[in-house]
């Protein structure tokens, strides 16, 4: 078994990296690659780069700042937002990113994530999926950034993602993210019976949250603030999992 | 002392390796044909993606052929990923087509009973000596794939995933890696460091205290 996987996300706009409460008052956090660069020093295992405010206008600057970071990194990197193509994902791929990550489009054509598994290999997709707890019916897909929910049931969309060609599955609990109490532990324990390796995300506050969110079957785990603020560096988090038991890198 | 040749065929993440080499003060160029290549010193095979689909390709830019030769001519050959198992006998991810067969045995794909692909962090363990290749001491390189070379017994670095799998495989002036170095920190740096260095390729900076 691979060992688990810490994962920063860095959120993007018009090639900085930027940090905000619901994308409103966002604050310039710097440069993509410098961000990278203290990452990787630290020991996270991954980078994830989400482009805020992708558009076709803005394509020729992520395409500059991510053959930055792939020249820099010693890591693997995701880079995902607006993608929609199999021409968008080869624009990333070719300037070096590693994997893409879709999401709404992919709930909206699902044959998206099978084109990109064909072009690629399925290594190179990441599906994100959004997931917010409706009372009657059970864990749902949420799109948009989570603000739109729909009626598709959470899990089997895991499953036919899995069946598309999904080479992971970055799962957000759309309910726990950013509220620090925890991530969804029994959604991650259903998930985690896919085929293909999962990324747990949303609702990191303190060490013990990882650590419950691996040994529920998460992966890797992945969170954004708590890195970024510093409030739980990385050498410290890998220490505290490795000390459980877990098998990390370090 | 030479320049490393990175075989350019649009089936290989460049950039990063490109990153890495620059890290180790080696230089290198891209060579989309055997004719841009540089006059000696290590050829590197890089790919990911399909067995079949990069084998097309390096036909296509006259790799395909020209490599047997360059390797008997005592050229260095370094396949990375998909690149190791291009150098290989063969691969069940393309049953009808067969590989290089610069290194021994067959490719096979990963599991039952694991996740596929395996994607992460594994340790490698030595195997069997090479002389460029330290202990690795159970150092975690980084490994994206759903095949993997069958080990043997002069595998140089084996690692497991629900079986055990040649990382590092080695004959003669033929090397391949099965994960990713440039994309596995300090330890996949350390990797490149000392096959290329033992290929041939120009000495690092002179900052690297050299013991």
């Known amino acids: 078994m691979p060992a688990k996987r810490v994962i920063p996300c860095l959120d993007v706009k018009n090639g900085r990296v930027v940090k905000g409460v619901q994308f409103k ?16 020093a630290e020991g996270a295992d991954e980078l994830a780069f989400l482009d805020i405010a992708a558009s076709l206008e803005n394509r020729g600057t992520r395409e500059a700042w991510v053959r930055e970071v792939a020249r820099e990194l010693s890591i693997p990197f995701t880079v995902g937002g607006g993608v929609s193509s199999v021409a968008d994902a080869r624009s990333l791929l070719r300037s070096g990113a590693d994997k893409v990550a879709v999401n709404t489009a992919a709930a909206l054509r699902p044959a998206l994530v099978s084109e990109l598994a064909d072009a690629f290999g399925r290594q190179c997709v990441v599906v994100a999926v959004d997931v917010k707890r409706d009372e009657a019916l059970g864990w749902r897909v949420a799109l948009k950034g989570g603000t739109e929910p729909t009626e598709r049931a959470a899990l089997d969309w ?25 991530f969804d532990l029994p959604l991650i324990e259903k998930a985690s019976g896919l085929p293909i390796p999962l990324i747990a995300s949303g609702g990191a506050g303190r060490e013990i949250h990882f650590l419950e969110a691996l040994e529920y079957g998460a992966d890797a785990v992945l969170a954004a603030t708590l890195f970024h603020e510093g409030i739980l560096p990385i050498p410290q988090l890998k220490a505290y999992l490795a000390q459980n038991d877990l098998s990390v890198r370090i | 002392m030479s320049a490393v040749t990175l075989i350019d065929y649009d089936a290989g993440n460049l950039a990063s390796l ?23 010193g290590p050829i590197v095979l890089p790919g990911v993606g399909h067995f079949e689909a990069a084998q097309k390709s390096l036909r296509e830019r006259g790799w395909w052929r020209a490599l047997p030769g360059l390797v008997a001519e005592g050229r260095p050959v370094l396949g990375i990923c998909l690149g190791l198992q291009l150098l290989a006998e063969g691969s ?12 021994p045995g067959i490719v096979r794909r990963l599991g039952p009973g694991v996740k596929v692909p395996h994607m992460g962090w594994s340790q490698v363990r030595r195997n069997y000596p090479h002389p460029a290749l330290a202990d690795p001491q159970g150092a975690w390189l980084y490994f994206v794939h759903s095949y993997a070379l069958e080990p043997t017994g002069e595998t140089v670095y084996v690692a497991e995933h629900g079986r055990p799998f040649a990382a590092v495989e080695a004959r003669g002036n033929v090397m391949g890696f099965q994960p990713h170095p440039e994309k596995s920190g300090p330890a996949g740096l350390l990797l490149l460091q000392q096959s290329l260095a033992w290929m041939g390729a120009s000495a690092p900076v002179p900052e690297v205290p050299c013991n």
């Open chain 1, 25 to 40: 008052h966002l604050r310039d956090l710097g440069h993509p690659v410098d961000l990278a660069r203290r990452y990787d």
């Open chain 1, 158 to 182: 895991l499953w036919e993602l899995n069946d598309l060609g999904a080479g992971e599955i970055l799962l957000t609990s759309m309910d726990r993210d950013g509220t620090g109490e925890g």
């Open chain 2, 18 to 40: 490109e990153g890495a080499l620059d890290r180790l003060g080696l230089s290198f160029q891209r060579a989309a044909t055997p004719d841009e290549a540089a006059p000696g």
């Open chain 2, 92 to 103: 069940e991810e393309a049953p009808r087509a067969s590989g290089l067969g610069l290194l």
